[in-house]
């Protein structure tokens, strides 16, 4: 029992750490984007509905069952007519849904720009996906994100079957556009938390960024600590993202020095952990950063606080003052 308990605990934390991968900011890469696809109008691959007291509007892409057809016709062709079918097949007819105009479209190239080959794994995802009651767990993840805070723009969820394990497991590709990459260790408590957490990226995308905005390692953080703020205010029973409640000034004197800087690389390097820092790190001071300054600001609305700028929060909820 205890070995069996160690493997469940191993598989939630990994699963956590492809996510969390998957959402921080990246570099765009020189990947040129697909043309736009034919629109598909099929009530069998795209729900559509709306909040009934907020009036927003969703949509759910079921494009995992696209591979159907794709894998009974790419078993014996080579890579690069597997990868122009991949294309024609799966994801020409949900481009315009799921990717067109994403602000953040550079996070899609490991779905847009390779097809998948393993076919078997593909398939049994697919199966596992159906067998789940995924579409109705993400509509209940929207609904309760929307009541909290809500926006004009239609949010579209794509589910995708994913086995690529070096890359995470879901994206915000832009405002109101949130890619599923479903994995093998994908649990409905996962898929819950996941959407809350995009949500929020996906709602501060469409009102808050900028064009050629910077972002600092404070920023960074900052950006994630708002999304987990959001996921544990719309699942508080959920433990999805890790908390380090303690203070540790070993790890602040770590960090604290590149805050200004302006280095995406070592944003990540925080945000993960490793080299010194626990699993998630940045993940968990974001978080931190949000809530001292709620702490001392508890009538500020979710709205508020997402347009509020890194600075703002951090200076403002003297977050220092826990580590002097």
């Known amino acids: ?15 956590i750490l492809l996510l969390l991968v998957a959402c921080s900011q990246r570099e765009i890469d020189n990947n040129k984007p697909m043309e736009k696809g034919t629109q598909i109008d099929d009530d069998s691959i795209i729900m559509v509905f709306e909040h009934p007291d907020t009036k927003e509007k969703f949509k759910i892409v079921k494009a995992y069952k ?14 690069k007519s597997s990868l122009e079918l991949y294309k024609k097949d799966v994801i020409e007819p949900i481009y315009n849904d799921c990717f067109a105009n994403g602000e953040h479209l550079h996070m899609a190239n490991s779905i847009l720009h390779t097809a998948p080959d393993n076919l078997n794994d593909i398939k049994r995802l697919t199966e596992k996906i159906e067998s789940k009651e995924t579409t109705k767990i993400i509509k209940e993840a929207l609904l309760k994100s929307s009541e909290i805070l809500p926006y004009e723009k239609e949010t579209t969820v794509c589910v995708f079957p994913f086995t690529n394990q070096n890359f995470g497991s879901m994206v915000t590709v832009g405002s109101g556009k949130i890619t599923v990459l479903y994995n093998k260790y994908y649990t409905d408590e996962v898929l819950r938390a996941g ?6 990226h996906s709602y501060w995308t469409e009102n808050h960024l900028t064009k050629n905005m910077s972002f600092s390692v404070l920023d960074n953080l900052i950006f994630e600590g708002k999304a987990v703020t959001f996921e544990k205010l719309v699942y508080p029973d959920i433990d999805f993202t890790p908390i380090y ?4 000034t070993g790890y602040w004197s770590q960090i604290e020095p590149d805050l200004i800087k302006h280095n995406l690389q070592r944003s990540l390097e925080i945000l993960l952990g490793g080299n010194g820092l626990p699993r998630n790190y940045g993940y968990s001071e974001g978080y931190k950063m949000v809530q001292s300054y709620l702490d001392l600001n508890p009538d500020i609305t979710p709205k508020e606080w997402t347009g509020l700028s890194a600075k703002e929060i951090y200076e403002e909820g003297n977050y220092l003052k826990n580590y002097r």
């Open 195 to 200: 959407i809350a957490h995009e949500y929020h």
């Open 1 to 15: 029992m205890k070995n069996k308990k160690k493997i469940a605990i191993a598989i939630y934390i990994l699963v």
């Open 66 to 79: 696209l591979f159907n057809n794709f894998i009974s016709k790419a078993e014996d062709i080579s890579d």
């Open 245 to 248: 409640s303690s203070f540790n």
